[in-house]
T-cell receptor, first 113, second 111 residues
Framework: EAGVAQSPRYKIIEKRQSVAFWCNPI?????LYWYQQILGQGPKLLIQ????????DSQLPKDRFSAERLKGVDSTLKIQPAKLEDSAVYLC???????????FGQGTRLTVV | AQTVTQSQPEMSVQEAETVTLSCTYD???????LFWYKQPPSRQMILVIR??????QNATENRFSVNFQKAAKSFSLKISDSQLGDAAMYFC????????FGTGTSLTVIP
């Protein structure tokens, strides 16, 4: 079974630029999560999708972050414009149903300079 | 809102010894799951063990076991016969309607 795919693995941008991350979940997994993990901290949930609908985006900074999951499969997370404090690893995870664990991609390390 | 607390930022253990990592959580939900994930420097989150809240029996997976105290909302991880490969960040996670993580415990294994 293929795992959760994320790209790119690394990205360096200047502040005020825009960036996009892509995630392809495990086939058949209805739930998809985006997390932000700042160095030395635990993952912080940014947004949760159930199929192509948003379940929870309460911690997503909506003035600069956006996410979509067209057709309920892969997803993109965008930051525009980026700030220095956005430097972090962005993790994507997917889950089959409510009583199973979440499976994670390898993450995208974003550095904003 | 659900919260997950890991009060031990760092722990160390001698190789072959036993170590226990602590986790407490707060929730008003009755149906939920708890997990321990391991995150090595590669950043890949790896599931270590999971516990269904409706089960009284503590989960075990080889050298890993949990002590789940539902009334106290406590979910600790015990690693027996620690190995050098166990060194990593360990995150406790709560899964109900959302999926939340604690702040993590960095485990060092001393040869």
């Amino acid at each position: 079974e293929a795992g959760v795919a994320q790209s790119p693995r690394y990205k360096i941008i200047e502040k005020r630029q825009s960036v996009a991350f892509w995630c392809n979940p495990i086939s058949g997994h209805a739930t998809l999560y985006w997390y932000q993990q700042i160095l030395g901290q635990g993952p912080k949930l940014l947004i949760q999708f159930q199929n192509n609908g948003v379940v929870d985006d309460s911690q997503l900074p909506k003035d600069r972050f956006s996410a979509e999951r067209l057709k309920g499969v892969d997803s993109t997370l965008k930051i525009q414009p980026a700030k220095l404090e956005d430097s972090a690893v962005y993790l994507c995870a997917s889950r089959y149903q409510g009583n199973t664990e979440a499976f994670f991609g390898q993450g995208t390390r974003l550095t904003v300079v | 809102a659900q919260t997950v607390t890991q009060s031990q930022p760092e722990m160390s253990v001698q190789e072959a010894e036993t170590v226990t990592l602590s986790c407490t959580y707060d929730t008003s939900e009755s149906d939920y799951y708890l997990f321990w994930y391991k995150q090595p420097p590669s950043r890949q989150m790896i599931l270590v063990i999971r516990q269904e809240a409706y089960k009284q029996q503590n989960a075990t997976e080889n050298r890993f076991s949990v002590n789940f105290q539902k009334a106290a909302k406590s979910f600790s991880l015990k690693i027996s016969d620690s190995q050098l490969g166990d060194a990593a960040m360990y995150f406790c996670a709560y899964a109900g309607n959302q999926f939340y993580f604690g702040t993590g415990t960095s485990l060092t294994v001393i040869p």
